[in-house]
């Protein structure tokens, strides 16, 4: 507990390791330990973040993955523009090529009680194209509880 409070989310910043804040008494906080730090551009990058234990042993492999993906959104959104009839530099307008890249690892440990509890409450990526990796047994990605 000690080591992952080094690299505690603080108030007001997203970046670092924790959970989502508490704003209020009936606010519904998420069954889910994160880790979210920018990855690209490498100037805009926390170091601290980059020396968390677990990282450190994947680090050339979470580098190699960044500058992959770094292509990936721009041939997806290539694809859209062309698909809605948009010139390409009409997209790049809206979505810089260079813009930053951010990468969230979300955990889900084990609950006592899982009936209770919900990965990740209802919610909107603020951003223009979320690219999603699950990397364990689990082979679903559920988008709607109860209809929700």
Same mark, same amino acid.
């Given at each position: 507990?000690?080591?992952?409070?080094?690299?505690?989310?603080?108030?007001?910043?997203?970046?670092?390791?924790?959970?989502?804040?508490?704003?209020?008494?009936?606010?519904?906080?998420?069954?889910?330990?994160?880790?979210?730090?920018?990855? #690209? &551009?490498?100037?805009?990058?926390?170091?601290?973040?980059?020396?968390?234990?677990?990282?450190?042993?994947?680090? /050339?492999? =979470?580098?190699?993955?960044?500058?992959?993906?770094?292509? #990936? &959104?721009?041939?997806?959104?290539y694809k859209i523009s062309k698909a809605l009839g948009m010139k390409a530099e009409?997209? /790049?307008? =809206?979505?810089?090529?260079?813009?930053?890249?951010?990468?969230?690892?979300?955990?889900?440990?084990?609950?006592?009680?899982?009936?209770?509890v919900m990965g990740l409450c209802p919610h909107t990526d603020a951003i223009g194209?979320?690219?999603?990796?699950?990397v364990n047994e689990i082979e679903r990605l559920q988008i709607k509880k109860d209809?929700?």
């Amino acid at each position: 507990m000690e080591e992952k409070k080094k690299f505690q989310k603080q108030e007001g910043d997203n970046e670092g390791y924790g959970q989502t804040f508490m704003v209020s008494e009936e606010q519904k906080l998420d069954w889910a330990d994160i880790l979210y730090m920018i990855t #690209l &551009p490498t100037n805009l990058r926390k170091p601290n973040l980059f020396k968390i234990p677990c990282l450190t042993q994947t680090r /050339n492999a =979470l580098e190699q993955y960044s500058t992959a993906l770094r292509e #990936l &959104p721009i041939k997806i959104m290539y694809k859209i523009s062309k698909a809605l009839g948009m010139k390409a530099e009409d997209m /790049n307008l =809206l979505f810089e090529e260079d813009g930053t890249e951010m990468m969230k690892i979300n955990y889900y440990p084990p609950c006592p009680q899982p009936v209770l509890v919900m990965g990740l409450c209802p919610h909107t990526d603020a951003i223009g194209l979320t690219i999603l990796l699950q990397v364990n047994e689990i082979e679903r990605l559920q988008i709607k509880k109860d209809g929700v």
